[in-house]
């Protein structure tokens, strides 16, 4: 006689994990839809959810039989059902590849065992997926995926420290992530250009927040740590809009400093090298992230395109990449942000070298690649963690 309760036993593992596949593929076909609707809307200004959304060609509103995730696409052959117009590949594309992405994230972190951490990867691939075809189109990382995904980041954090979720981290570890990201990226700018520029004054510093104070931010962090030197950056700035125009703090004497602090500390001196120049990112990273806000609520609804962009605006060119960075390195941690630039760095430069030989366009859009190292981040990032603990003898 069969034993229907032991078979039954036996099956629910298997049904309820063939069901969460399942449903992660149906979330990832709804996710790719509101993916495409971002992609289009974002780099133009247009709100998200309001109007419904239209053929591009004709402007006849569509209904919801027409927006029924890669179905309606299928069924209508890739026309408008109104004026029979191509619709395009991007849609069907981006909504299969996000259903193929959950399914997998699904079976990489089960929901069962990583809690809302997995939901987490999931929102943070469809960031990187709408901001690297932004970037492709636009050259511009908006502040609507980049500063909203770091506070996302934040947020996951702390329910991934609810769950005790060892292998993503916990609040404390996605606010370190995230400074240390932005805090990173910004340094290389900063020392790297004043190098570019021959060690000579940038011409018209921000007002009243921008790289300035970032640059203070870093050697002050060095001396005072990143509470004091955040908030020696800050009263910088509230300085400058009390005055109405930029006092001018020498970069001779912060990025000069820099590295005089960081020689010291080499020779014993201070807190010591690692201490730092953990410090000194983390502040940076905070000023260039309080920064970034302060210009997102600041720009007007008009000037999103960096072309006609406000004075203050001018700082964020380039410097999405900076934010992307932080809200990478909130979701994931500080360990698994070094291996998406590592990866994001080896896979530019090579792209770069290819671009050189063939003497095509040489501005390189990073987005996409920091989106790379991050996937491989996620897929590879604690193997090669443990691999690396293990070859140092620390695990």
Request: glycine fraction near 12%; include cysteine.
């Amino acid at each position: 006689m069969v034993n229907c309760k032991a078979m039954a036993l036996t099956l629910w593992p298997v049904t309820t994990e063939i069901g969460i596949v399942l449903l992660a593929g149906l979330f990832g076909l709804f996710m790719g839809s509101c993916s495409t609707v971002l992609i289009w809307r974002l780099p133009r200004s247009e709100r998200l959810f309001s109007p419904p959304s239209r053929c591009l060609t004709c402007q006849q509103q569509l209904n919801v039989s027409d927006s029924i995730p890669l179905l309606s696409w299928l069924t209508l052959r890739g026309r408008c059902r109104y004026c029979h117009a191509s619709i395009g590949l991007r849609s069907p594309v981006v909504e299969v590849l996000t259903a193929l992405s959950y399914i997998a994230l699904v079976v990489l972190f089960p929901p069962l065992l990583f809690g809302w951490g997995t939901l987490g990867l999931m929102l943070l691939f469809t960031l990187l997926l709408v901001g690297s075809a932004i970037d492709l189109e636009t050259y511009t990382l908006p502040d609507e995926l980049t500063l909203v995904g770091f506070g996302l980041g934040l947020v996951f954090g702390w329910l991934n420290g609810q769950g005790d979720v060892h292998s993503l981290p916990d609040f404390e570890g996605a606010v370190q992530g995230g400074l240390f990201g932005a805090g990173l990226l910004v340094a290389i700018n900063q020392l790297g250009t004043w190098v570019m520029r021959r060690f000579r004054e940038r011409i018209s510093p921000e007002q009243p927040i921008g790289f300035q104070q970032i640059s203070l931010g870093l050697f002050a962090g060095i001396w005072l740590g990143p509470w004091w030197g955040t908030g020696l950056s800050l009263l910088s700035a509230v300085l400058n809009a009390v005055v109405g125009r930029v006092v001018r703090v020498p970069e001779l004497l912060t990025l000069g400093g820099v590295l005089i602090s960081l020689g010291l500390g080499s020779s014993g001196v201070g807190s010591g090298l690692i201490v730092m120049v953990q410090d000194a990112l983390a502040t940076a990273g905070a000023v260039a992230l309080s920064a970034g806000v302060y210009w997102w609520v600041k720009r007007e609804p008009d000037s999103e395109s960096e072309s006609t962009a406000a004075p203050g605006d001018a700082m964020a060119m380039g410097f999405g990449d900076v934010k992307l960075a932080a809200a990478i390195g909130a979701f994931l941690g500080w360990e698994r942000l070094l291996i998406t630039l590592a990866v994001a760095t080896v896979v530019g430069s090579l792209y770069g070298m290819v671009q050189l030989v063939k003497k095509a366009e040489n501005r390189v859009k990073f987005g996409p690649f920091l989106a790379l190292g991050a996937v491989a981040a996620v897929v590879w990032g604690q193997t090669w963690i443990a691999q690396y603990r293990a070859f140092l003898g620390l695990s």
